[in-house]
């Protein structure tokens, strides 16, 4: 599960890298006039709220800071992933997840694992978008795994044989 993740954040950053600069803030018609760095920033504050909350063991996904400095500095954004790949890796343990559904706050329990899954599959998504976004906008080859979550990856290897 954390190899996974982090190699999906290390694939990430390569992609980032590779990205013409004007690219990253440029809002994009495909993703509803979003932008790559929009949908950058919304992965990672997601994967923050996670680790800040690991502490007190209460997350709250809806109460993330929405730095705008990560979604307009392409650079920040890469410091931003390496220091959740650097925090990650900690042990299970039970979590209370807090949601604002309605106008009313819902509690779930959960656990570090689980999230550490849903933030996983939550990236494979956004990277999937991101993909549409890089194609629309410039033309960069990226890597056919980009957007595609692991067990598509196997099943595809499978019935290729």
């Given at each position: 599960?954390f ?34 760095g ?6 990672i504050e ?45 042990p ?40 549409v976004?890089i ?27």
């Amino acid at each position: 599960m954390f190899k996974s993740s982090l190699e999906t954040l290390e694939q990430f950053k390569h992609i980032l890298s590779a990205l013409p600069m004007d690219c990253y803030s440029q809002k994009c018609s495909v993703l509803s006039n979003a932008t790559i760095g929009q949908h950058t920033r919304h992965v990672i504050e997601l994967y923050l709220c996670l680790i800040q909350g690991y502490k007190t063991a209460d997350v709250s996904y809806d109460r993330r800071e929405r730095d705008l400095r990560i979604e307009q500095d392409i650079t920040f954004a890469l410091e931003k992933l390496s220091q959740i790949q650097s925090l990650l890796q900690q042990p299970n343990k039970n979590l209370k997840i807090t949601y604002e559904l309605a106008g009313e706050t819902a509690c779930l329990d959960s656990n570090y694992y689980r999230e550490v899954m849903y933030n996983l599959e939550h990236t494979i998504h956004h990277h999937a978008l991101i993909k549409v976004g890089i194609e629309q906008l410039t033309k960069q080859e990226l890597p056919t795994s980009f957007g595609v979550a692991p067990s598509t990856m196997q099943y595809r290897k499978t019935c290729a044989q």
